[in-house]
């Protein structure tokens, strides 16, 4: 665990994990559990970051390939990739619980909201729509991930 706290009263916690190369974050508060990889059952017509969905003692979830939905190459999951499932806020449903695939869980960090900085203007809306803002930490760039864009919104599904 790392602790990076400037402000005692106001910290919280990010559990950091790693796509590719690079590595992100999500707020704690937001997972539910972290699980080995389990093979989904694929959805026809389902988009291209959608795994498919799995049994959880007895609730199907959708697994969404957060490589994928990032813009990433999809990952080929094997026995060392991890979901991570969390709590995903979505304008329909209201709370939602999804399977995140990514390629390894890396660290929990503590920290207070003064560490992230914003997504700088270079980036693209499409980046600034899924970062809410970065965190240099300890020579590493890590992204915190906007959760409530992980699932389209009605308009895109749509489109």
Do not use: Y
């Amino acid at each position: 665990m790392t602790d990076i706290k400037s402000n005692e009263t106001n910290s919280r916690e990010l559990i950091a994990f790693r796509i590719g190369a690079q590595e992100f974050c999500v707020d704690i508060m937001s997972v539910r559990e972290i699980r080995g990889w389990t093979p989904a059952t694929a959805l026809p017509q389902s988009p291209n970051f959608v795994r498919g969905v799995i049994n959880l003692r007895g609730a199907v979830l959708p697994i969404v390939d957060l490589a994928a939905r990032l813009g990433f190459p999809p990952a080929e999951p094997t026995v060392r990739h991890v979901i991570i499932v969390a709590q995903v806020a979505h304008p329909i449903v209201g709370h939602q619980i999804v399977g995140l695939l990514v390629d390894a869980v890396l660290d929990i960090l503590t920290i207070t909201d003064d560490l992230v900085q914003p997504t700088p203007e270079v980036a693209s809306e499409m980046a600034k729509l899924f970062v809410q803002g970065v965190l240099a930490v300890e020579g590493r760039m890590i992204s915190l991930i906007a959760l409530d864009q992980v699932l389209p919104a009605p308009d895109r599904e749509a489109a």
